[in-house]
């Protein structure tokens, strides 16, 4: 089992909708979790970061954290072709580097 | 400056050769990571450095790989005897403290070994 697992895609939305990408790991002693985004031939770059059970919203974003069940999940609302991209997951999974889920494309259809 | 910087850009090389990549991690970052990321792929753990503390060399896939980081500052990715399969990106990141903190990742090196 991967330390960090995503679904490869691609996501499909239309523009407007919600997109709702989701990540479960399992290590249960990992505490910090991160959302990056990378364009195709770019690096990645963060999105948002969570570390307590809950939502954590900032703008579009909002990030989703349930320890119990090992689950990380981020929705963007009102999608943008704009958004289209590959979205990372990433974990401290008991290393002392974080730890990457593969990613999953996003697709926003215009 | 104020992003990790990290260089070259691009690099071909023959298989065989050895190659040096270089990272210059954010002013008052004491953690420091290489990760590669293959064509289509996810990133792929190499190791990581931590202030003074014995690096996470747990990632590197052989012994031709090694990596030091001098003055608890740059870091420099070595490949000795390049092979076809090392063809791949090679991202640095930072981050104020290990674990907990967010990494801010460089451009990264695309490496192709011909």
């Known amino acids: 089992q991967k330390e960090v697992e995503q679904n490869s895609g691609p996501l499909s939305v239309p523009e407007g909708a919600i997109a709702s990408l989701n990540c479960t790991y399992s290590?249960?002693?990992?505490?910090?979790f991160f959302w990056y985004r990378q364009y195709s031939g770019k690096s990645p770059e963060l999105i948002m970061f969570?570390?307590?059970?809950g939502d954590k919203e900032d703008g579009r974003f909002t990030a989703q954290l349930n320890k119990a069940s090992q689950y990380v999940s981020l929705l963007i609302r009102d999608s943008q072709p704009s958004d289209s991209a590959t979205y990372l997951c990433?974990?401290?999974?008991?290393?002392?580097?974080?730890?990457f889920g593969s990613g999953t494309r996003l697709q926003v259809q215009p | 400056g104020a992003g990790v910087s990290q260089s070259p850009s691009n690099k071909v090389t023959e298989k065989g050769k050895d190659v040096e990549l270089r990272c210059d991690p954010i002013?008052?970052?004491?953690?420091l990571y290489w990760y590669r990321q293959s064509l289509g792929q996810g990133l792929e753990f190499l190791i990581y450095?931590?202030?003074?503390?014995?690096?996470?060399k747990s990632g590197l896939p052989s012994d031709r790989f090694s990596a030091e980081r001098t003055g608890g500052s740059v870091s420099t990715l070595t490949i000795q005897r390049t092979q076809q399969e090392d063809s791949a990106v090679y991202l640095c990141?930072?981050?104020?403290?290990?674990?907990?903190?967010?990494?801010?990742f460089g451009n990264g090196t695309r490496l192709t070994v011909t």
């Open positions: 002013s008052g970052h004491t953690a």
């Open positions: 450095f931590q202030g003074n503390s014995a690096p996470d």
């Open positions: 990141a930072s981050s104020l403290a290990q674990g907990s903190s967010p990494l801010h």
């Open positions: 969570i570390y307590s059970n």
């Open positions: 290590d249960r002693g990992s505490q910090s």
């Open positions: 990433a974990g401290d999974t008991g290393r002392r580097a974080l730890t």
